[in-house]
């Protein structure tokens, strides 16, 4: 019997967390890859923080806590965050992007599916998130859309 067959035959198969698949050594998950990568954020939902409105609050639900994000200025990713166990109150910062959880990252984007990385600058290294469940964009909800 070959060895190494029987290595990777008995391998669990991936969970649904897994997220697209293996390559086909079954030694890389897909998304691991740079075209897998690539294939993958493509098609996913989310909010370029580049291109959001300035000082319109971003609701972000991860796995595990809350986060506002509120875009400071337009064609930058200077935001105030606040949520989660690291930003009990709003603290200016980066948003650098969302990842899997290796080394690529989708620049300036909040993901749905992926981790957020946020870049407070004090030299720490970046807050990584757990993975984003929802992503929306907060309206006020003191305008009145219909006249009187």
């Known amino acids: 019997m070959n060895?190494?067959?029987s290595r990777r035959n008995s391998n669990p198969k991936?969970?649904?967390d897994a997220g697209g698949?293996?390559?086909g050594s079954d030694l890389v998950p897909r998304r691991s890859?740079?075209?897998g990568f690539a294939t993958e954020v493509a098609v996913a939902e989310g909010i370029n923080v580049r291109?959001?409105?300035p000082l319109v609050p971003i609701l972000v639900a991860t796995q595990n806590s809350l986060y506002r994000i509120v875009p400071l200025r337009w064609?930058?990713?200077d935001v105030l965050v606040q949520g989660g166990q690291f930003f009990p109150e709003p603290t200016e910062a980066r948003l650098a992007g969302s990842t899997f959880g290796g080394s690529f990252l989708k620049m300036h984007w909040i993901t749905v599916g992926m981790h957020m990385e946020i870049d407070t600058g004090t030299g720490g290294g970046p807050v990584i998130t757990t993975r984003v469940a929802d992503v929306r964009v907060e309206r006020d909800r003191t305008t009145n859309p219909r006249p009187h």
């Open 33 to 35: 890859t740079l075209d």
């Open 14 to 16: 991936p969970g649904p």
């Open 51 to 53: 291109e959001a409105e």
């Open 3 to 5: 060895r190494s067959a």
């Open 75 to 77: 064609g930058n990713t």
């Open 21 to 23: 698949g293996y390559t």
